[in-house]
Nanobody, 125 residues
Framework: QVQLVESGGGLVQAGGSLRLSCTAS????????MGWFRQAPGKERDFVAG????????YYSDSVKGRFTIARDNAKNTVYLQLNSLRPEDTAVYYC??????????????????WGKGTLVTVSS
């Protein structure tokens, strides 16, 4: 079993920044692709960013490309999501997820194997 715990969410004004962290335990973190997803009230859970097990390859949704950055530190079993130039439409619960493969195919939420409980990001206008 892999446990994932997110942190770093909060309330920020539009244009501001936050850094989310997700720390894993109970598995071999360096073997897993890691992703960030988000879910706004009344909407589906959407892919935000993903990173391969080695950290070499990253993926972003079009809505966050150029504003968000995903990174990982395998020595610390932690994946990060830097959120810059935040907009009110970025308001959501952000979830960390692990795919037991080194590279997730398609970054579908259904393809992820483990999930954290989420951290709330609220962006005020």
């Amino acid at each position: 079993q892999v446990q994932l715990v997110e942190s770093g969410g909060g309330l920020v004004q539009a244009g501001g920044s936050l850094r989310l962290s997700c720390t894993a335990s109970g598995g071999t973190f360096s073997r897993y692709a890691m992703g960030w997803f988000r879910q706004a009230p009344g909407k589906e859970r959407d892919f935000v960013a993903g990173i391969s097990c080695s950290g070499v390859t990253t993926y972003y949704s079009d809505s966050v490309k150029g504003r968000f950055t995903i990174a990982r530190d395998n020595a610390k079993n932690t994946v990060y999501l830097q959120l810059n130039s935040l907009r009110p439409e970025d308001t959501a619960v952000y979830y960390c997820a692990a795919d037991l493969r080194c590279l997730s195919v398609g970054w579908s939420s259904r393809g992820m194997d483990y999930w954290g409980k989420g951290t709330l990001v609220t962006v005020s206008s």
